[in-house]
């Protein structure tokens, strides 16, 4: 069954650095979507991306973060300038297909961020 | 996007059927009902959806109430995998053009 991939599992970086989350989606979808959850926390919603452009955005989607499709696979997220509060595990999601389906978003297994 | 409420928790045993409400009051037209779970250290995980008709699928079924201001998730037999947060979404347009809003979802846990 095709999954969503993420890599790293886990990044550790120090408070100011940058970041660059990486996201897999499964091969034939097209909106992709990045979330994050603070431990103990919702999981909330940050950006969807359909078509090489952003289609909504959270408040917390600031001028920090950034989102790529680089190729015709990968899809990336990246923090700026890391700050503590940064820390949290990211999940990257994909949904649709050109004919079928598109309302369920299938997620990854996320990508743990400790910001020290 | 219009809001859900689910209770904080629910307990259920092993091999019995669960019911998760889920009350949305004011739902809109064309909001879709969407569940969602999350299992232990794991990334939300798609279970089902509906409209206005009640839905079955391999995971669970969908009860929509007739004025849609409800909904319940039905579990057939509960099992130990089951435990996780479930969440009730409302979304415009299916969800998969949008994102969706998590609340803080319904606890499930299963005894043996």
């Known amino acids: 069954e095709p999954e969503v991939t993420q890599t790293p599992s886990h990044q550790v970086t120090q408070m100011g650095q940058e970041v660059i989350l990486r996201c897999v989606p499964i091969?034939?979808?097209?909106?992709f979507y990045w979330y994050r959850q603070i431990l103990g926390q919702k999981v909330e919603f940050l950006v969807s991306?359909?078509?090489?452009?952003?289609?909504?955005k959270s408040e917390i989607f600031d001028d920090q973060f950034s989102v790529e499709r680089p190729d015709g696979s990968n899809f990336t997220l990246k923090i700026r300038s890391t700050k503590l509060e940064d820390s949290a595990m990211y999940f990257c999601?994909?949904?649709?297909?050109?004919?079928?389906?598109?309302?369920?978003?299938?997620f990854g297994p996320g990508t743990r961020l400790t910001v020290l | 996007d219009a809001k859900t409420t689910q209770p904080n928790s629910m307990e259920s045993n092993e091999e019995e059927p669960v019911h998760l409400p889920c009350n949305h009051s004011?739902?809109?037209?064309?909001?879709?009902i969407h569940w969602y779970r999350q299992l232990p250290s794991q990334g939300p995980e798609y279970v089902i959806h509906?409209?206005?008709s009640n839905v079955n699928n391999r995971m669970a079924s969908l009860a929509i109430a007739e004025d849609r201001k409800s909904s319940t998730l039905i579990l057939h037999r509960a099992t130990l995998r089951d435990a996780a947060v479930y969440y009730c979404?409302?979304?415009?347009?299916?969800?998969?053009?949008?994102?969706?809003?998590f609340g803080k979802g319904t606890k499930l846990s299963v005894k043996p």
């Open positions: 999601a994909s949904s649709g297909t050109s004919g079928g389906d598109r309302n369920e978003q299938f």
């Open positions: 091969s034939n979808h097209l909106y």
């Open positions: 991306f359909y078509n090489n452009e952003i289609s909504e």
């Open positions: 004011t739902i809109s037209g064309t909001d879709y």
């Open positions: 509906g409209l206005t």
């Open positions: 979404i409302l979304t415009l347009f299916g969800g998969s053009q949008g994102n969706l809003i």
